[in-house]
Antibody, heavy 119, light 110 residues
Framework: EVQLVDSGGGLVQPGGSLRLSCAAS????????MHWVRQAPGKGLVWVAR????????FYADSVKGRFTISRDNAKNTLYLQMNSLRAEETAVYYC????????????WGKGTTVTVSS | QSALTQPASVSGSPGQSITISCTGT?????????VSWYQQHPGRAPKLMIY???NRPSGVSNRFSGSKSGNTASLTISGLQAEDEADYYC??????????FGTGTKVTVL
């Protein structure tokens, strides 16, 4: 079964850091771009970052550029999101999503992990 | 990277057809056919419903269809059913090699 399991969420103070993980199974992880998408409580989806299948190139939303880093370990079939200098407004459910091999869309999603930024 | 514009809500009776619009710019929706649509039920992860403007993944009902005119993409749900009640989001690839989601539309089945 194709599956993504997000983890690593929790409570962090403003200005703090957190690293999210996304464990992939059931498919060839190293052949797919991967994304992070977030959703604040009661709000819409917001695209956060994308990483090439080989990890060589990453793209970020302007709102997180310079503070968040997307990375992957293809040997461990795991995607990461390192989040630094977190702000209260970044409280959200963070989803990892698989990019389709031959298209510009996200075809498999994790269940999400909740990040709460609060003092 | 402003969000694509969608109507906040759309409603219809069972069996009717509804259309959700998604308006962007020539740097995203208008410039590419890489528009996708996602359905999200409360408390659940999003689900891909349409990709590359008008293609349905395996398992998605043919009641869902997509199209585009200029900078506006559209999702049409025909033969509306109770299970279609959910939030819907469009998404587009952009000139900056990033992605942008729409503001989201709540579909209500009357």
């Amino acid at each position: 079964e194709v599956q993504l399991v997000d983890s690593g969420g929790g409570l962090v103070q403003p200005g703090g850091s957190l690293r999210l993980s996304c464990a992939a199974s059931g498919f060839t992880f190293s052949s797919h771009w991967m994304h992070w998408v977030r959703q604040a409580p009661g709000k819409g989806l917001v695209w956060v970052a994308r990483l090439y299948d080989d990890g060589t190139r990453a793209f970020y939303a302007d709102s997180v550029k310079g503070r968040f880093t997307i990375s992957r370990d293809n040997a461990k079939n795991t995607l990461y999101l390192q989040m630094n200098s977190l702000r209260a407004e970044e409280t959200a459910v963070y989803y990892c999503a698989r990019g389709h091999r031959s298209g510009y869309y996200m075809d498999v999603w994790g269940k999400g992990t909740t990040v709460t930024v609060s003092s | 990277q402003s969000a694509l514009t969608q109507p906040a809500s759309v409603s219809g009776s069972p069996g009717q057809s509804i259309t959700i619009s998604c308006t962007g710019t020539s740097s995203d929706v208008g410039g590419y056919n890489y528009v996708s649509w996602y359905q999200q039920h409360p408390g659940r992860a999003p689900k891909l419903m349409i990709y590359d403007l008008n293609n349905r993944p395996s398992g998605v009902s043919n009641r869902f269809s997509g199209s585009k005119s200029g900078n506006t993409a559209s999702l049409t749900i025909s033969g509306l059913q109770a299970e279609d009640e959910a939030d819907y989001y469009c998404n587009s690839f952009t000139d900056s090699y990033t992605y942008v989601f729409g503001t989201g539309t709540k579909v209500t089945v009357l």
